[in-house]
């Protein structure tokens, strides 16, 4: 009799370990690894980064390092439409820091937040104030958006890849 009790109590301990794996193996982050000027897709959103080069703001915003734009050119793959934001992107520095995007009016093309209908791409820009150093690998990170249900992030090397 209690044979049987230790057989039921190891299968269910057994059991809850197995579906635990599962769900982490379910959620567990898939990193896609790109660079710059190759698509890269990330849930429903297909994206192309380009390095558009540093500047020092303007009048009513000005970094404290380096403004450091990148180019996005986003792709809605899906069948509905989608959101995207600056929120998404974070700028890696050499140190493996994150810094997240810098949300100014610089031109007409400056992301903030986009609707993305299907099969219809978009070009946008977005900064990061960084101290940057030409010599140095920077990367981008492109997170997907909360309704996007996706677990993929995608890492793209920006700079000497």
Not at 39 to 65: A, L, R, S
Not at 73 to 78: G, P, R
């Amino acid at each position: 009799m209690g044979g049987i009790g230790i057989v039921i109590v190891i299968g269910a301990i057994v059991a809850s370990m197995g579906f635990a794996m599962f769900m982490y193996i379910q959620y567990e982050t898939n990193f896609i690894e790109s660079s710059v000027g190759n698509p890269v897709v990330v849930g429903p959103v297909e994206y192309v980064i380009t390095f558009e080069g540093t500047h020092n703001g303007d009048k009513e915003n000005t970094p404290e390092n380096t403004f450091v734009m990148i180019g996005i050119t986003a792709k809605n793959i899906s069948d509905e439409k989608t959101v995207i934001s600056g929120g998404q992107f974070y700028f890696v520095d050499d140190r493996d820091q994150k810094h997240e995007a810098f949300f100014g009016e610089f031109s007409a093309n400056d992301l903030f937040l986009e609707g993305l209908d299907p099969n219809k791409p978009i070009q946008r820009t977005t900064q990061f104030d960084v101290p940057f150093d030409e010599e140095k690998q920077y990367k981008i990170i492109i997170r997907p958006q909360k309704d996007q249900s996706t677990v993929d992030t995608a890492v793209v090397c920006l700079t000497n890849c």
